[in-house]
């Protein structure tokens, strides 16, 4: 046990519910849980992202992939999904979700708006290779009007 003297109400409590602008995204899989669905007829691997560099390192971005469902067609996307972050992480076959962990890899997230009483939240919407920007980048994306600055890298 550790003894201490602290007071919560001495400080403002940091809550950032609001999602992140999309963009594409250094991040790495920080955790992982099979969960069971509302209906509790299957269930789905939670997977948590903790982007790695720029304005929004520290913040997470959540995936849920419908691994076991009566839903046919959720189950067929969920294992393409987590298909692309395996290779994303150059795993050709897993035993256990941990070992995605902790291994850095390009993510595009956008923006899901609002639904019903839920505000607008992240998605992620492919997965590349950490040393891969193009992978991800969408198709046919106008040029930048000017270079990147020496030493930035382009998702900075």
Known sequence: MA????????FVEEQRFEPIPEDLYKAVIIDSEMR????????????????????????????????????EKAVEIAQKELSSICR??????????????????MIKVAIQPSRGEY??????????????LQAVATPAAAPSAAPAAAGK???E
């Open 3 to 10: 003894s201490l003297s602290f007071n919560a109400e001495d």
């Open 36 to 71: 069971k669905t509302n209906a509790g007829t299957g269930s789905y691997l939670m997977l948590k992202f903790e982007v790695l560099e720029g304005a929004h390192a520290g913040r997470w971005v959540k995936t849920n992939l419908n691994l076991d469902n009566p839903n």
């Open 88 to 105: 994303a992480l150059g795993k050709k076959s897993i035993q256990d979700s941990e070992e995605l962990h902790h291994k850095a890899m």
């Open 153 to 155: 890298k382009p998702w």
């Open 119 to 132: 505000g607008p939240s992240n998605q992620i919407k492919a997965y590349s290779p950490a040393d891969q």
